[in-house]
């Protein structure tokens, strides 16, 4: 950082760079709107404002480009991602309801339960409430546990 304090062990933090580093963007204007200018290592970089829009500033056409977040290689929807002028959205599929941060769907109806054996139990997970339950013990290495709505159901080796 450019403040006069080498906060790198070999000071490259306060190169050549950092010579015009508060004055760089005195007299250099970023064409369009919403747009403004950060001192940057290699010189003024024209910013999107408000920052948290995914937006980028093209110099070629000295506007802000919207970002495809739906094509950026990231965790986002897990349904389907519809993307909009400085920001995306998510939807679910007809039978899903989003959950409260917009992002992930969830099946409408009960509540999903994962059901697994672990060395001598066998126990569920609910998918949404993350509760775990704990239905049977002293289960001697069950394999392919299955549950029918009613009953519980696994094999031994
Ligand atoms: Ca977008």
Not at 2 to 10: A, E, L, N, Q, V
Not at 11 to 34: H, K, L, Q, R, V
Request: aromatic share 12%; net charge negative; with cysteine.
């Amino acid at each position: 950082m450019c403040d006069g304090t080498k906060d790198c062990r070999d000071g490259s933090d306060e190169g050549p760079f950092c010579e015009n580093w508060t004055t760089m963007c005195s007299n250099y204007i970023c064409a369009g709107n919403d747009t403004e200018c950060s001192p940057d290592r290699y010189g003024p970089t024209c910013l999107c404002v408000p920052s948290l829009s995914m937006r980028q500033y093209n110099y070629v056409t000295k506007q802000c480009d919207d970002v495809n977040e739906c094509l950026l290689e990231r965790p986002h929807c897990s349904h389907t991602c519809v993307n909009a002028d400085g920001h995306y959205t998510c939807e679910c599929d007809p039978g899903y309801t989003k959950d409260e941060f917009g992002y992930l769907c969830y099946a409408n109806g009960p509540e999903a339960m994962l059901f697994f054996s672990t060395r001598n139990d066998i126990r569920y997970l609910k998918i949404k409430s993350k509760q775990m339950v704990t239905v049977a013990t002293n289960i001697k290495q069950a394999h392919g546990v299955s549950f029918d709505g009613t009953y519980i159901y696994w094999g031994r080796p």
